[in-house]
């Protein structure tokens, strides 16, 4: 009888014994499973960590990408504007086309532009100085028209006589050289010299028989012959 109660108090000790093994097994796989996620969350916040710093530096680079695209578009934009700056375009004069730069024809146009305002004195200085700066322009028959007129309108016919006979010499198939002529003519006849005046109409009708000019002209010389 005692023996086998002994038996059975060993068959419950070694059943404990296995169970208190197997439950510190179990402990030690819990542990490593823990120790694993935890390697593995770390890993995983370190990846993030390196994943935000990735598409912060691509944001970074993004935003100089685009600041150059702005530069560059800027200077092709400055570039387009010199280039229409320095290209030369055809634009209408007196019914026909000329080729001039732009800078050229804000020069002229701003020059004559002062004859309409009575500024005669300004107009020539500007005028002057036009012919300077653009000494093959294509304005310059017009350019010395209107500084012949503001002299005209300035009581200088001697200035106007010079000019306006430059005019017609140089450029005898520009439309202001009929005008030019008529204009000489009556700066000689407002210095008396009749004369020359009706020397210059019928040079005047003669050269350029069917302009506007030379029908003035026709009558004007008919009005001097009756004088004298």
Do not use: H
């Amino acid at each position: 009888m005692v023996l086998r109660q002994t038996l059975w108090a060993l068959s419950f000790l070694a059943l404990g014994l296995q169970a208190s093994g197997a439950w510190a097994f179990a402990d030690d796989e819990a542990r490593t499973a823990i120790l694993e996620l935890r390697e593995q969350l770390k890993a995983s916040q370190r990846a993030q960590v390196d994943l935000m710093g990735q598409v912060e530096s691509l944001r970074n680079e993004n935003r100089r990408l685009n600041g150059e695209v702005e530069e560059l578009t800027r200077q092709v934009q400055n570039l387009d504007k010199r280039l229409v700056e320095i290209e030369p375009a055809q634009v209408e004069l007196n019914g026909r086309l000329i080729t001039v730069k732009p800078a050229e024809r804000r020069e002229f146009d701003k020059a004559a532009g002062l004859f309409s305002q009575r500024d005669f004195r300004g107009c020539i200085q500007a005028l002057n100085t036009f012919k300077k700066n653009w000494p093959k322009s294509a304005y310059t028959a017009d350019a010395d028209y209107w500084r012949a007129s503001s002299y005209y309108a300035l009581g200088d016919y001697k200035s106007v006589i010079q000019i306006t006979n430059n005019i017609s010499k140089t450029y005898p198939k520009s439309d202001k050289a009929p005008e030019a002529l008529l204009m000489k003519s009556s700066s000689e006849l407002s210095n008396g010299d009749l004369d020359a005046a009706k020397a210059t109409l019928e040079r005047l009708i003669k050269r350029y028989p069917k302009s506007e000019e030379a029908k003035t002209g026709k009558e004007r010389l008919k009005e001097m012959n009756q004088i004298g």
